[in-house]
């Protein structure tokens, strides 16, 4: 019998494109005396208290499932904590979900709402997943592009531009993993408006809220009219430093959340136990150590963002998460070509801006989630490497 | 003193790593390097900051000579001046780095520095306890330092991230 191999791969995944970060880890990880400013996770490690907390529920015996929304305890830690330092009323009981990172929360608030063919328009340059996983819950993913000349944030007729009668929902990321952009309440209200005179619902992914160095945080479901329409993600990776434990949490209201709590249920059961006692005590008792790793970012913001400015990569000011994402125009480089060369010349890893997205390009995105004397190193060899292209 | 927020974030910077230079404080903090400089002096006018110290793991250097004890001592008070006086009498011994006046089972922790145990040893017995009002001492030598003033001495900082991640 003649046969052609099968393909086992589904069309979807197949046509995935591979992550583009994916690429400069491998010519990385394979380097010796790397300086990495390519890391998207908080340099510190978590707080011993919250370990410590973990080991403890290990060694009484917690080993077992928790109910598929997550510890009731830990949910009410979770609405106290949004009431308290968001000014968001979430039900404990069943409006909140505890979640395999704030990438499972994504997954399943995507999966809820989406019809096959339904538009997400997606605000780049932004964290590498989105788009792929609109795709992969049977959406379409409509790019749209904040600018450098808007400070990287997006103006509502850009959007209003974009809206179609199959607009389910927007994604929005702020403060913003690349650019640091956090929106103010005015530019949230701007989204809002739009979000209820088309009646779409808005993703907010708020995992960076914590990381809010120059003005108070506005959470998108504390605008008017928008807890309605608002699906919260969040979660302990950046701000309490847990990204390993792998634990989020998405509030909606109800009626949504109900619907989620289905696709988690079948999906995942629910989050790790130990990471839900670590959560637990996160919450309870981990608001100074919060408060000393903003302090600390903040100083190495102020450091990095004014030492690019002075070796001439020009750098916006960003108000919160940990990456800067200056301008590599100047060298007339590409970000591909200034990062991949930057790396081989002098073993500095940043992450080219283009793959968070077309507006991207002609930046570089670099973590300043490393220590004072790392990023002095870096910042002297990046100068060294754009002195050498003259 | 009343610091105001920028000084209060230099004080810090320079408790952590009192070498870290002007120029990078400055940014760090948001000033001029001039106005960062002149704020650094103030501080130390006015005694804020004291000093400038190193923390050195002695315990690296071959054959430094070196042991420290603590010493627990219990003692007879005086009338009128209570536990001040003999305090006193013993934090004016140079072998002596620090004397606390405790509560619980005894009265005064001191801990003494010495170039080696027989040197710690002969200390107390020649010095601290033919004191008048030293009614008993227990000695306990450190062994090893781990953690000393909120520093750890052999922290684990090695990276433990992947180089490069979304
Ligand atoms: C914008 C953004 N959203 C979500 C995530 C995923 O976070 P988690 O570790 O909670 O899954 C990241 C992590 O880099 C991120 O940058």
Request: proline share 4%; hydrophobic share 40%; aromatic share 8%.
């Amino acid at each position: 019998m003649e046969s052609t191999k099968r393909t086992y791969v589904s069309k979807l995944v197949h046509e995935l494109k591979p992550s583009g970060i994916r690429r400069f880890f491998d010519l990385a990880a394979g380097m010796e005396g790397v300086i990495s400013l390519g890391v998207g996770e908080p340099d510190f490690v978590t707080p011993w208290h919250i370990r410590e907390a973990a080991i403890s529920s290990l060694e009484q015996g917690y080993t077992s499932y928790t109910p598929n929304a997550g510890l009731l305890e830990l949910r009410e830690e979770i609405a106290y904590y949004m009431k308290t330092q968001f000014n968001v009323s979430y039900s404990p009981t069943d409006e909140i979900i505890v979640t395999v990172g704030a990438s499972s929360a994504i997954d399943i608030a995507l999966r809820t709402i989406l019809d096959p063919g339904d538009e997400v328009i997606v605000v780049e340059p932004c964290f590498v997943s989105y788009v792929p996983m609109v795709e992969l819950a049977g959406g379409v993913a409509v790019q749209v592009q904040a600018l450098k000349e808007n400070d990287f944030k997006i103006l509502p007729d850009q959007i209003e531009a974009v809206i179609t009668e199959k607009t389910k929902a927007i994604m929005i990321c702020s403060p913003n993993n690349p650019t640091g952009t956090m929106l103010s309440k005015s530019e949230l209200e701007g989204l809002a408006q739009l979000a209820n005179k088309y009646d779409f619902l808005v993703i907010a992914d708020e995992i960076y809220a914590e990381l809010a160095y120059d003005e108070e945080y506005t959470s998108m479901a504390a605008i008017d009219g928008m807890l309605e329409r608002t699906i919260l993600v969040s979660g302990f990776s950046k701000g309490f430093a847990m990204t390993g434990w792998r634990l989020g949490f998405v509030c909606a209201p109800v009626e949504i959340s109900s619907a989620m709590l289905k696709v988690h249920q079948y999906g995942l059961m629910c989050a790790s136990t130990m990471s839900q006692y670590a959560a637990i005590e996160a919450l309870k008792n981990g608001r100074p150590d919060v408060e000393e790793m903003v302090k600390s970012y903040r100083r190495r913001r102020n450091y990095i963002v004014q030492s690019f400015n002075e070796i001439g990569l020009e750098c916006h000011e960003p108000g919160g998460a940990f990456y800067a994402f200056p301008s590599v125009q100047s060298t007339g480089l590409t970000s591909q070509e200034f990062a991949e060369r930057l790396l081989l010349q002098e073993g500095v890893a940043v992450v080219p801006g283009d793959v968070f997205g077309e507006s991207g390009e002609g930046h570089i995105r670099c973590s300043y989630a490393s220590s004072l004397e790392q990023l002095q190193e870096a910042i002297k060899r990046i100068k060294r490497f754009i002195d050498s292209l003259e | 003193m009343r610091l105001n927020e920028k000084e209060l974030e230099i004080v810090e910077i320079l408790e952590k790593d009192a070498r870290t230079a002007t120029g990078d404080i400055a940014k760090m903090v948001g000033l001029s390097v001039e106005e960062t400089e002149q704020s650094i002096k103030k501080l130390e006018e006015n005694k804020v900051i004291v000093r400038y110290i190193s923390i050195v793991d002695w315990t690296k250097v071959e054959e430094h000579p070196g042991v420290r004890a603590m010493i627990d001592v219990k003692v007879t008070p005086k009338r009128g001046v209570g536990f001040d006086e003999i305090a006193e009498r013993i934090y004016r011994f140079d072998e002596v780095n620090s004397v606390y006046l405790m509560s619980g089972t005894y009265d005064l922790s001191i801990i003494v520095e010495g170039k080696s145990m027989n040197e710690v040893a002969n200390f107390v017995s020649q010095k601290l306890s033919t004191l008048d009002s030293v009614i008993s001492t227990t000695t306990h030598f450190i062994l090893k330092k781990y953690k000393h003033d909120g520093i750890i001495f052999e922290p684990d900082n090695k990276d433990k991230r992947i180089v490069v991640s979304p």
